[in-house]
């Protein structure tokens, strides 16, 4: 990039940075993958910047190639790498109103990845069916067919209690 749109590229992540990381965050649950994951993308937009500059809403295609970063990660064969023979213990959760927020964001870990990426979009991002549809690459009907789901797990794994963190996501 030679002819000035650098600059434009610079200035566009820059001021993006913190959406795309929460964005990340609420599809890892983990700040350093978040952050591996927000570069990764960033680096390929870097590659692909004058296509993405022509796109009428730059923000959705951006966050089309985190998602689909995200998903194709699994693929990928460090992703099957462990370093541990055993899980490490769980961070303790926290006094408060944010102890629903972790049980909520734990037992969407272990959403499928899929349908986690379709709730992490559709219910705290507040993408309609449609715009959630052409991130994922996918039709309408699976978004919505992901959704209920998605939901029935995380109502499986957060049994009958009722918590204010999830909520939002019913």
């Known amino acids: 990039m030679r002819d000035g749109s650098e600059a434009d590229y610079v200035e566009y ?79 303790p959760l926290e006094d408060g109103g944010s102890e629903d927020r972790q049980v909520v964001r734990a037992a969407l870990r272990r959403v499928p990845r899929r349908q986690q990426a379709v709730l992490v979009l559709r219910f705290f991002y507040d993408l309609p069916v449609e715009e959630t549809a052409a991130v994922l690459g996918c039709s309408a009907g699976t978004v919505k067919s992901q959704t209920s789901r998605g939901l029935a797990t995380l109502r499986r794994l957060l049994g009958e209690r009722d918590f204010a963190g999830f909520s939002a996501v019913r």
């Open 13 to 91: 992540v820059a001021a993006r940075i913190p959406a795309l990381r929460r964005l990340a965050y609420l599809l890892t649950s983990d700040s350093h993958r978040a952050d591996d994951l927000v570069q990764q993308t960033i680096t390929r937009l870097y590659v692909k910047w004058r296509r993405a500059q022509a796109a009428d809403n730059l923000d959705a295609y951006v966050r089309t190639m985190l998602v689909r970063t995200f998903l194709d990660e699994k693929r990928l064969a460090w992703a099957r790498v462990r370093l541990f023979r055993e899980m490490p213990e769980p961070p």
